[in-house]
């Protein structure tokens, strides 16, 4: 299938896999392989906000660590700026790694307790051995201030734990731009803070994406706030990408059950939704369907025996928007 | 069922490892300094019994047609003769393994039930007077040099009060008069046992006390602990259903984890108080250089250590659910 | 009071354009952890005995010089030949021979925290190293090393020892802490392999990894300080460990002959049959083993206080 | 008359720190079959009521004012086996993480049986199998798996459990601590509209407890805000959400992105919420307040009713 509709995309997903061997425990009964992506293929144009949205379990994370080599995949490429990231040599690889950052879901977890924000966020600098002492300084300075901790100077000394979690997200964001990225993957940046302080943060990854005409793939669970900030959204569910398409198309005019059913499933302050029934709750996100059909057929309202037999590709519906799902086609 | 399935590795890791163990003390006997022979025979004996023995071990061989050799020894349970008792090992250590097991096994039993017991009532009751007291002596106990406890009771106990035997496992005008009964034997060998009993335990309570004490006062911050007490149960169903159970499943590691530390201390203590046990026969033996007791016994403890743990890990199982299913 | 309480409010302001160091957080927040280390009583109570002991030790070159008589070893008095009690002339009294137990005591000292401290020392390098190395490596690497250590770990060292000298015969003082540490740093690794484990899956690693940082500067600037206080805490209680092995094998008469230690004292005292009647020879080396046990065991627990705040007491409760 | 009346509750946390400012004079008042939400950011004080409801707080924690009535009784005054009638029997509780929540070593089904038989004598051990099959039923759980263990649930089927045990002994108030937060959406809805039905049939009373004010939203009837300890507005869901009268409400509702209506730029609330130690003088949120006033920076303002049934605790509410 061909999905290539922007000449020169900056990251391109060809029909990539991961599977999980399984691992024979002596706890579990595993031996099973798990699927957590199964030929997953989309682009991200330069300069725009990707959100990948799914379940816990989708396989949305295992796009992001991907897609910065913190895994590998099993099957399938994927491209950055036309070159694929598998075949990277040494040095190739540091400038990737470069041109690449990613900002952790938990700002708990994602500062290491012994360094002080100033280490921190120097580090990216320091391996790549970017200018001189001052200069370093300078720029940690600046990016610290360009992430709203300001005066920066006050936050140099500090370690994690005398920060709050809003504060320590800045830090992580502030460790990502140091090397002034061309691409970051956000892996839910903001689901662990209050709503205030995720505000604030979505608000400034839109600032710092303008400022330095970053692209970004924004990973996340909430199909209200990948709207708010993507241009583009893929919704992905075991694995496999249901709806893709342009952000407000996809919201606006949902073509898979399955988006249908998170629209309508999704909590909402300004609009009290009435309670609809669903049906039966996804029972084991982990392991490959058994049967060959759609992997949403046992959920799915409009599932009919065609779904039943055989799974529906990505199908192009309508102005860049598509869809896996056989009400669509043709 | 998983349970059956894990027993089953364990015992196949268990093996390996005692394979592993032997062939070690194989390689560490050939590549001492000095001449194999010496490791083999008593110089007291003739030419013809150290040709004999030379011969059933296969020291005339190339290394790696003894070491079968010495494997399949071991597994018809040929072991040589004893240099100092004159007799086949096999023999000896099959007197002393289950002596040793009766001290041992009662012991284990006695501390992991008692400091499990204490410190699930120690972390319940915290702070107050009983826990401060107990720990304390829990804590003392449990940092006393092991063979000097054992000396200190002797003197006391069996030197001064008269109370308990000085050593030994039995008095043998008991054991040699026709008309005492099992009963009679019996409650002899138990007093023979109260020293050894009593040095075991005390320098093993006070740890097994503590840990528990610890790990349930982390148990009784979990979630489930509060569900317990929202749910208005009473506070005995909440510490002995709730919070124990749980606290006790790393204590139950631990042990596993120290039997072979713990195998050390009942050595030293069948050695004092002259047990006729696997742990003296070994001290005993290397003293008197008696090579193939020396080696069998280590061997016999190693794997009695070996099985212990995996009475453990059974016991593990079937608390912990997760592993169950 | 007051210029600490001032102190510590600087240090903890931000200097401006200070230039940064590097640094390891728990060695710069020294002062804090001692704070915190000196609200446990018993953790200070572990501390002085062992100033004590340390004490002991230094003070073990003085009887010597003294008078020849009162050499550990080879004192022997002139008009004594036996075992004495406490008197003026020898102040715990003297041991079979006519030598003074006191300065055996000092000598004791000396020689348990020689031996307790190198093999605890040597142990937690090794068993650090190896677990850090497994655990961030994982696969054949870790199954191998954790395999070993599982082995050497099931087996009663003490009597592993004990088989060894009776193929090599007496082990002398450094061959014995080597061995010890040959033994002991198995325990050790298994918690740094654990602790490494947890470690280099946290988002942090990951994002050095992401940052594009080596294998050892993952290893040795986000791993490693992560796991140091670890190895630390670990080195107290190696230090009783290493000493009890010492003490348990002299006391069966395995010891290195050339050197007195508190475990061959007891064996003395056991073997020529005074422990009936000489309580002052029995009771000494018996409270020293058992104290300094005692002292390292109340320090290792206090540092576990320090290093894991989930430990502390909540300072108001009830 | 109220089921539950909370009256100015004052609650501190005795730590090393210092003394932590939980609650603040916070009341409310739940009837018969109503949901009432309490909505706030992590740290505000919200799960102190719940525990304080069930006098289960910390033991460093020291109630200092206030009354909790139970159809009339103050809960405060009763003493710990008093309590233990009260708990479950008349107040139950779901729990925030349903996966620690229930014991790893028990069986599901025998942790419900346990809660039953403290309270009813007059239930059979087999009757109480029974009626916990009953209660599986009644949550969408499959009674035969009452004997598996909690680690061979899934996340939704442990929250329903949860809930199944929070019905066990017909209480009349069931309070929800953040009864979905690690479970997605689908399963959220499920469980919420779940509850909602089982709020309907059983006349219950129910105290959500939530960071997320859409959750509130979906499920009550009424909804308090809660900030830095204390309850800045209560009142009518609808009215709270169309016509917020605390600054901080209104600033929590422009922090959320919307699935529907137009896209608009997010304003949120500029700062962080204050540390309980030193919270502010006066009121606590005139730092963040874009409407402060010299009076906001001085007293801490009243408790004002604009309308019948819609308190908020501000100066300057909406004008």
Known sequence: MELRDDPEPMVVFQEVSKVYPGRKTLFTKGGEDVVALDRVSFEIRVGEIFALVGESGSGKTTCGRLLVRLEKTTGGRILFEGSRIDLLRRSEMKAFRRRVQMIFQDPYQSLNPQLTVFQTVVEPLVIHGHGSHRQREEKVQSVLEEVGLKPASDFFFRYPHQLSGGQRQRVAVARAMVVEPRFVVADEPVSMLDASIQAQILNMLLDLKERYSLTLLFITHDLASARYVSDRVAVIYRGKIMEYGPTEAVIQNPLHPYTRLLIRAAPSARNRGEILPVAACPVDLYHAPTHTGCRFAARCPNCTPQCREKEADLFHVEAGHYAACYLHYG | MNLRLFVLVRSVQILITFFIIMTLLFVLFRLAPGDPVAFLTDPQMTEEEVALLSQQFGLDQPLHRQYLLYVWNFIRGEFGISFYYHRPVVEILKDRLPKTALLFTTATILYAFAGITWGKILAWKRGSLLDTSVSLFGLLTHTFFLPWLALILIWIFAYHLGWFPLNAMISPEIWLDPESGWLRKGLDILHHMVLPLAVLFLTHFGGYTLVMRSTMLETLREDYILTARAKGLPEKVIRNRHAAPNAALPVVTSLGLSLAFSINGGAITETIFSWPGLGRELVFSVSNSDYPLAQASFLLIAAFVLVSNLIVDIIYAYLDPRIRY | MSSREGKRTNSSKPRHRAFPRTGIRWLRHLEENWRIYRSNPMGMAGLVLLALFGLMALASFIPPLIDPIYDPMSGVDPIIDTSTGPSWRHWLGTDFMGRDIFSQLLTGARVAFMIGISAAFMAVAIGTLVGMTAGYFGRTVDTLLMRLADIIMVLPGLLVILILSSVVGRLSIWNLVIIIALFKWAGVSRVIRAQTLSLSVRPYIEAARVAGASHARILFRHILPNVLPLSFLYMTFGVTSAILIEAALSFLGFGDPSTVSWGMMLQWVWKTGHMFKAPYWLIPPGVCISLITLSFYLVGRALDEVLNPRLRKEVLEQ | ?319
Request: charged share 25%.
């Open chain 4, 1 to 319: 008359m109220s089921l539950l009346e909370v009256d100015s509750l004052t609650v501190h946390y005795l730590t090393a720190k210092g003394k932590v400012h939980a609650l603040e004079e916070v009341s409310f008042d739940l009837k018969k079959g109503e949901a009432l939400g309490l909505v706030g950011e992590s740290g505000c004080g919200k799960t102190t009521v719940a525990m304080a409801i069930m006098k289960l707080l910390a033991p460093n924690a020291r109630v200092l004012s206030g009354k909790i009535l139970l159809r009339g009784e103050d809960l405060l005054r009763k003493g710990e086996e008093e309590m233990r009638k009260v708990r479950w029997k008349e107040v139950s509780m779901v729990f925030q993480s349903a996966m620690n929540a229930l014991n790893p070593v028990h069986r599901v089904g025998d942790q419900i049986v346990e809660a039953i038989l403290a309270h009813d004598g007059s239930f059979s051990e087999e009757e109480a199998q029974k009626r916990v099959s009953e209660l599986f039923a009644l949550v969408g759980l499959d009674p035969n798996r009452m004997r598996d263990y909690p680690h061979q649930y899934s996340g939704g089927m442990r929250q329903r459990a949860i809930i199944a045990m929070a019905l066990a002994c017909e209480p009349s108030l069931v309070i929800a601590d953040e009864p979905t937060t690690a479970l997605d959406v689908v399963v959220q809805d499920q469980i919420l509209g779940e509850m909602k039905r089982l709020q309907m049939d059983l006349h219950l009373s129910l105290l959500y407890i939530s960071h997320d004010i859409s959750i509130i939203a979906r499920a009550c009837d009424r909804m308090g805000v809660m900030y830095a300890g204390q309850l800045v507005e209560l009142g009518p869901t609808q009215k709270v959400l169309e016509a917020p009268l605390h600054p901080y409400t209104r600033g929590l509702l422009n922090s959320y992105p919307s699935l529907r209506g137009p896209k608009k730029r997010l304003r949120p609330i500029p700062g962080e919420p204050p540390n309980l130690w030193e919270p502010p003088e006066g009121c606590r949120f005139h730092p963040r307040c874009p409407r402060a006033s010299e009076i906001c920076r001085s007293s801490c303002p009243p408790v004002v009713s604009l309308e019948n049934g819609h308190f908020a605790r501000c100066h300057r509410p909406r004008s």
